[in-house]
């Protein structure tokens, strides 16, 4: 297909039928779109790796503070259950 397209702008090139001017145009256009779309693509990459960032330190995080939150009722009642306990036995 390349070698198709090739052999058509080279004809028409020697034709003259197409502007030299045109042609380059087109060329920097196309290679315009698809700087723009490996850019993209490179944003939606550095996006992704982000959120994977932000997940894998966010959920140690909640398990922790769940964790801690536990643990201080916990002791908050073992606390209450052992002055409970103190004040019976005197």
Do not use: C, H
Request: net charge neutral; glycine share 6%; proline share 1%.
């Amino acid at each position: 297909m390349a070698d198709d397209q090739y052999a058509r702008g080279e004809q028409q090139f020697r034709g003259r039928t197409k502007s030299i001017k045109v042609e380059l145009e087109g060329l920097r256009t196309r290679g315009q779109r698809a700087n723009a779309t490996l850019v993209d693509a490179q944003n939606g990459l550095l996006d992704a790796r982000n959120e994977l960032l932000n997940a894998n330190s966010y959920i140690p995080t909640a398990f922790r503070n769940d964790y801690r939150d536990k643990l201080s009722k916990t002791e908050v009642e073992v606390s209450s259950m052992s002055e409970m306990y103190t004040t019976e036995a005197k």
